[in-house]
């Protein structure tokens, strides 16, 4: 892996030391290698063959581990599995990252299991006490694997799980956030799981009985995953159709997932729920799909439209929304890219509604896509400041654009410092380097998010765009 750095190589060898010491008194515990030997290998053919097929840990078998075995021993069950099997071929170096790593949360979590009496309460089916030293555990377990995430995400992020790699490196301060409100959930359920496979081991039923609480946990951790595939198609059929339409209309290249960017930062800020932020996130991403129903000679066109192309151009909204009328998990954001270009006192398109008539996410991404279109620069035009540009979304509110939309958009961007020029960095969106703009050639107007629509355009309306 020449990829990693020397610090995440350095640190992986002091966690893998720090493994081995955890190991070090099993020769002197008197531990049930019967048990240990069908954990070791139960948790490796999950390793071999289930995590071949869905993405995710599976910890149940790992804290049965705890609750049933003295420290050492649990430390002992995850090795095999971690070093010998598991998903995508891993590296040598990922492979002891993973046993160590998995190793030492099994560990810290059966210690602190054993000191509150947690074994004593499994052998004797102690309820409810029993949950009490296991939920310790549990939340000790779930801390470990994040603090050990956090700092793998400091010191390598090239390293790190696929989920925590799209982050890419991370400050020091900000590598551990949301790592273990994240994770508490699921590991919380898989402890539960746990609990019962140990307190059935103990019983007169045994092993086998045990084992049956892998059946359900094994079914809902398949649908999990199904749900993550389709989402992860979903994302794919996002990026094949933004691929598209960046490709055949350069000049807005990267403006779309601005826009996506702009849209849930508002949409947060409102106070919407997660799913409909990402609705939103999806709605400012598709927003101008319809472009590729639009010949490419007028979307590159560089000089001013005739009415007749500017009527073909503005047939975009609804040619994007036939395009993803079948597509179910946009929601609302099938909405939005059709009457994007709708405006407050009715004279926008394709409908020409009014005020509430527009919905919502509409008026959300309206506003995030003219503050991209201001704050990018492109081959026929400067970007504007990001305080110039808010200032225009502010005097056309009311008319064009909704003023409660943009006011949360000015929010958003003062408390990251964007108004100072900080927080907000748009990408150059043409092909080649922006053209000197003529000094008599008077400011555009303020919604000019989709090319050349008011480029040489004589008695173009205020705010009027592609």
Known sequence: MKSVPARARVYVACVA???????????????PW?????????????????????????????????????APAAALVPLPGALLAGPGRPGPLRRIWRAAQSALAVWCAARVHGALGGRDAVAGSDFPYALVPAGAAVLVFCLVLAVLDGGLLAFGAGMAPAPLRQRGSVPVGRAWRGLLSRSLAPTAVHGLAGLMMAVLWRSPYGPVAALLVLLPMCVSWWVFAQYHRERAAHQATIRALVQAVDIKDGYTRGHSERVGQASVMIARELGMDDERVETLRFAGILHDVGKLGVPT??????????????????????????????????????????????????????????????????RVVAVADAFDAMTSTRSYRRARPV????????????????????????????????????????????????????????????????????????GARPGAHR
Request: proline share 9%; with cysteine.
């Open 17 to 31: 030391l720090a493994a081995l010491l955890c190991l070090l008194p099993l020769p002197e515990v008197r531990a």
């Open 34 to 70: 019967g048990a240990l030997a069908l954990l070791a290998a139960l948790y490796a053919a999950f390793e071999h063959v289930v995590r071949r097929r869905f993405s995710g840990a599976f910890h149940p078998v790992l804290l049965a581990g705890a609750f049933l075995l003295p």
């Open 297 to 362: 000679r007028l979307l590159r066109k560089d000089g001013p439209l005739t009415p007749e192309e500017r009527r073909v151009i503005e047939l975009h909204p609804e040619y994007g929304h036939e395009m993803v009328r079948g597509i179910s998990f946009l929601g609302e954001a099938r909405a939005a890219i059709l009457h994007h270009h709708e405006r407050l006192d009715g004279s926008g398109y394709p409908y020409g509604l009014v005020g509430g008539q527009i919905p919502e996410c509409a």
């Open 387 to 458: 305080a110039v540009a808010l200032e225009e979304l502010e005097r056309c509110a009311g008319a064009q654009f909704d003023p409660l939309m943009v006011g949360a958009l000015v929010r958003a961007l003062g408390r990251r410092g964007a108004a100072a020029g900080d927080g907000w960095h748009p990408a150059v969106t043409a092909d080649e380097t922006p053209a000197p703009v003529p000094a008599a050639v008077p400011p555009e107007p303020v919604a000019d998010a989709d090319g050349a629509g008011n480029r040489a355009r004589p």
